[in-house]
Structure formats: C-alpha cells, structure tokens
C-alpha cells in the first residue's frame, strides 16, 4: 500500500467535488494500492492542516455551515513550501491574464518536487512549456486532464488510448455552457439575452458569463489541447476567438431549415488554432445537445475518433483529477 498525502488548494465548486470524490472512492483507491491522505486543505481565507490526515467530511461540513474550511491562517502557497507533502491537488480559479495564485503554486510545488494535479486552466494557457520544463527538471508528475472538457477524458484518449497514431487535427464544443445557450435559441426561438438568462439561473452560466459567451474558455482548452496533444508552442494570444453573442435566433433558425446548428467550435489544424460559431451538420457527430461537450480527433491510423462527455461539474471535474491521481501513483 503506498501511502500519498495531498493538499487540496483551493476549495469552491471543484475542490468540493475532489474531496466528496476522494471521500466516495476512499475503499476503491484502497484497493488498488492507493492510501490517500488529504494533510491540508485552503479555500481563499482560511486552511485546515492535520499531518494525520484531515476528517473531509468535517472540513465539507464546515466549509458549507460557515463559509470557510478551518481557522489556519496559511495559504495555499504557504502550505505548499511548508508542509511534506507529495501531491498537490490545485482547483484555485482561473485567472487567464496572469495566471493568478495557481501560477505560484504549481512553481512552488515543482520547486519541492511535489506533484501536481489540476483543473486550473490559466496558468497552462499562458506558460504551458516553461510549467512542463519546471515539473521535469524537479522529478514532478503534472497532470491536467481536468482542464479541458471536464469527465471527458480528451488528453488521457490522444496519448494512451490512441499512442501510435499520428493526431491530424482536433474539432469539437469545448464549452457546454455556449452550447446550452445556442440549443435553448433554437428551441425557444428566443433572443440570446433571454437564454443567458435562463443559463445564470439554472447554474449553467456564470454571474459574469464573458469567458464562456466570448469564446475565452474554449481558447484556453484548446491552447492546453494544441501544446499536450500536438506539441505546439501555443499560448492564449496565438488563438483566433470569436463567441457567440452575434448570434440571433433567425441565424439559428435559417440553418436549421438547411439541416444545421450552428455551434461554437474550437479547432487545432496545422498551425491554425481557432475558435468561432460553424456550421454543423445536423447528422454530424458534433452536433450535440444541453451541455455536452464533444471531441473530434483526426488520426492517421485509426480514422476520426470522437469523444462525448459531460464537460461541466465539480463531481465530473473532480472524476478526472482521481483518474489523474490514479495514473501517477498506479504506476
């Protein structure tokens, strides 16, 4: 039995979900060799720390009655460089200008040769290779199939599943909140404004929906997609963006009757990375409904693969980071 102790950094939605993930899946890890410690754990204000390992239950419990997950006053970071630990589970928020907190923890935790597993999206969108080069140089494994497309395992697919083949190119909705909106205007035959509406009421959309709607979100992923999947050198300026609040319910109604959705489509050919509304054939693969998320792979070997999944959710995030976990301490 190999024994890993963990900090959760960050503790919204996501860090939520890893903690019911971990607590859910404690016998499972178990018995596949996996004894699982969670020693610390930081929302923004506060940290409970417990070298034993901490009751996550208690600090779920805490975290909804009171707001916050212990009385520590030590970040995230702090954490990081002061408590043994060897892996780091980082759900802090996305920040795609600076890479934010999350930028600082993973450098803090590569410079300890601490692993790291996240759903952090910022800090890859704009350092990817230099975060790559750090995790290497310090022994650390660096795991982020969280970071794009939520329980679709899209990363994991393109390098196990289909190693030996050759990705050509990659089409697919990398944002199921955009695609909801675009589905309810069809159905409803109502303007956008009505729909985001509707979306921020149902949880589906952010109070401030601009990184879904403008086509933020889906950049970043394809930027972590371009650099992981096809080895580019990309960063969140070398994509082409442009989302979806031009769009009127006559537009999706016109190719409707033509036999299309329109859908917001991120894409990585060649050196192309872009993002903007297409037209889908009806019968095509991609045209998925609600929130799903979608994935095409062009291969050399195997033809199109294509790949559905939930891409939203701290309990289907939180299923990618243990399937990260899982193949770092497996093996």
Same mark, same amino acid.
């Given at each position: 039995?190999?024994?890993?102790?963990?900090?959760?950094?960050?503790?919204?939605?996501?860090?939520?979900?890893?903690?019911?993930?971990?607590?859910?899946?404690?016998?499972?890890?178990?018995?596949?060799?996996?004894?699982?410690?969670?020693?610390?754990?930081?929302?923004?204000?506060?940290?409970?720390?417990?070298?034993?390992?901490?009751?996550?239950?208690?600090?779920?419990?805490?975290?909804? %009655? &009171?707001?916050?997950?212990?009385?520590?006053?030590?970040?995230?970071? +702090?954490?990081?460089? /002061?408590? !043994?630990? =060897?892996?780091?589970?980082?759900?802090?928020?996305?920040?795609?200008?600076?890479?934010?907190?999350?930028?600082?923890?993973?450098?803090?935790?590569?410079?300890?040769?601490?692993?790291?597993?996240?759903?952090?999206?910022?800090?890859?969108?704009?350092?990817?290779?230099?975060?790559?080069?750090?995790?290497?140089?310090?022994?650390?494994?660096?795991?982020?199939?969280?970071?794009?497309?939520?329980?679709?395992?899209?990363?994991?697919?393109?390098?196990?599943?289909?190693?030996?083949?050759?990705?050509?190119?990659?089409?697919?909705?990398?944002?199921?909140?955009?695609?909801?909106?675009?589905?309810?205007?069809?159905?409803?035959?109502?303007?956008? %404004? &009505?729909?985001?509406?509707?979306?921020?009421?149902?949880?589906?959309? +952010?109070?401030?929906? /601009?990184? !879904?709607? =403008?086509?933020?979100?889906?950049?970043?992923?394809?930027?972590?997609?371009?650099?992981?999947?096809?080895?580019?050198?990309?960063?969140?300026?070398?994509?082409?963006?442009?989302?979806?609040?031009?769009?009127?319910?006559?537009?999706?109604?016109?190719?409707?009757?033509?036999?299309?959705?329109?859908?917001?489509?991120?894409?990585?050919?060649?050196?192309?990375?872009?993002?903007?509304?297409?037209?889908?054939?009806?019968?095509?693969?991609?045209?998925?409904?609600?929130?799903?998320?979608?994935?095409?792979?062009?291969?050399?070997?195997?033809?199109?693969?294509?790949?559905?999944?939930?891409?939203?959710?701290?309990?289907?995030?939180?299923?990618?980071?243990?399937?990260?976990?899982?193949?770092?301490?497996?093996?």
């Amino acid at each position: 039995m190999k024994t890993i102790r963990a900090s959760i950094i960050g503790f919204g939605a996501v860090g939520q979900g890893v903690a019911k993930v971990i607590l859910s899946k404690s016998d499972y890890l178990k018995n596949i060799g996996i004894d699982l410690k969670v020693v610390a754990v930081a929302d923004s204000r506060t940290a409970a720390v417990d070298s034993n390992g901490l009751d996550l239950s208690a600090v779920l419990s805490r975290k909804t %009655e &009171q707001g916050t997950v212990g009385t520590d006053n030590i970040s995230g970071t +702090e954490i990081i460089k /002061t408590i !043994d630990h =060897e892996l780091v589970i980082e759900t802090t928020p996305t920040n795609i200008d600076t890479g934010g907190v999350g930028l600082d923890n993973m450098v803090a935790a590569f410079e300890k040769g601490i692993d790291v597993v996240t759903s952090n999206k910022g800090p890859l969108a704009l350092k990817y290779c230099e975060l790559g080069e750090i995790a290497k140089s310090s022994g650390s494994q660096f795991k982020f199939e969280a970071t794009v497309g939520g329980a679709m395992p899209i990363i994991n697919l393109a390098s196990e599943t289909l190693a030996g083949n050759k990705i050509l190119s990659m089409e697919g909705i990398l944002n199921g909140t955009c695609n909801y909106i675009l589905c309810r205007m069809m159905e409803e035959h109502a303007p956008y %404004e &009505q729909m985001v509406a509707e979306a921020q009421e149902l949880g589906i959309a +952010e109070t401030d929906p /601009t990184y !879904d709607v =403008e086509g933020i979100d889906t950049a970043c992923k394809l930027v972590i997609l371009a650099n992981a999947i096809f080895g580019m050198n990309a960063t969140y300026k070398d994509v082409t963006v442009t989302g979806i609040t031009k769009i009127t319910p006559e537009a999706l109604l016109m190719a409707h009757n033509d036999g299309y959705d329109i859908k917001l489509i991120g894409e990585v050919s060649g050196s192309k990375i872009n993002v903007a509304p297409k037209l889908v054939p009806k019968d095509n693969p991609l045209a998925v409904g609600g929130t799903l998320n979608v994935a095409s792979l062009q291969t050399d070997i195997s033809g199109p693969v294509t790949i559905t999944g939930r891409g939203a959710g701290s309990i289907e995030t939180a299923s990618a980071i243990l399937s990260d976990i899982i193949s770092i301490y497996r093996e």
